[in-house]
């Protein structure tokens, strides 16, 4: 089946600290991976995406690379500010249309 | 371009009460997508309209169902409500394509006494 597996939770972290989350997939086709962001109170946010081996998404300093080989998509960040904290999904797409399959979600908390 | 709008932000029901959740997409988008997020499951698919039909759908009981209008807007219902259907209901939408990126709403918080 399709499932994705996200790195638990919470992770705290000091400014300009650097960060990884851990996300690795099962798919029984050949998805789109996608990591997203929530803000409290607030629907989620593409983050970045990647739609083919090797593909590297990247925004606002965050990157992340699609290696079909160990099925992974793990986000890193250089140095991360207060204003990273939030819960961060990820999620692949593999069927007809857009059913989306979510990790159970990373929440990350920055301190000054 | 306007966001994903979901409305009513917040509901209060009690239990086997029906309630419908409204999404309307961003203009151009003909997929919506249904999503429950609870602190317990997290975020799960109920399902996927796309010029009116229901093209996917999630392992959700029957109480759960939705439709979409010709002008791409979708209602989500629940029927008989269940203290377990408390949750933050996402819709999101798409162009329509294959395994593209979802636009996300900011969610319908249902509540249920």
């Known amino acids: 089946g399709n499932s994705v597996t996200q790195m638990e939770g919470p992770v705290t972290l000091s400014e300009e600290a650097f960060l990884t989350i851990n996300c690795t997939y099962t798919?029984?086709?050949?998805?789109?991976l996608f990591w997203y962001v929530q803000y409290p109170g607030e629907g989620l946010q593409l983050l970045l995406k990647?739609?083919?081996?090797?593909d590297k998404g990247s925004n606002k300093g965050f990157e992340a690379t699609y290696r079909k080989e160990t099925t992974s998509f793990h986000l890193e960040k250089g140095s991360v500010q207060v204003s990273d904290s939030a819960v961060y999904f990820c999620?692949?797409?593999?069927?007809?249309?857009?059913?989306?399959?979510f990790g159970t979600g990373t929440s990350l908390t920055v301190i000054p | 371009k306007a966001g994903v709008t979901q409305t009513p932000r917040y509901l209060i029901k009690t239990r086997g009460q029906q309630v419908t959740l409204s999404c309307s997409p961003i203009?151009?988008?003909?997929?919506v997508s249904w999503y429950q997020q609870t602190p317990g499951q997290g975020l799960q698919f109920l399902f996927e309209?796309?010029?009116?039909?229901?093209?996917n759908k999630g392992n959700f009981p029957g109480r759960f169902s939705g439709r979409q209008f010709s002008n791409s807007r979708s209602e989500m219902n629940v029927s008989t409500l269940e203290l377990g259907d408390s949750a933050l209901y996402l819709c999101?939408?798409?162009?329509?394509?294959?395994?593209?990126?979802?636009?996300f709403g900011p969610g319908t918080r249902l509540l249920v006494l």
């Open positions: 999101a939408s798409s162009l329509g394509g294959n395994r593209e990126t979802q636009y």
């Open positions: 798919a029984t086709g050949y998805p789109s």
């Open positions: 990647a739609t083919k081996a090797d």
């Open positions: 999620a692949l797409s593999v069927s007809t249309g857009n059913q989306f399959y």
């Open positions: 203009s151009g988008h003909r997929s």
């Open positions: 309209y796309f010029s009116e039909t229901q093209r």
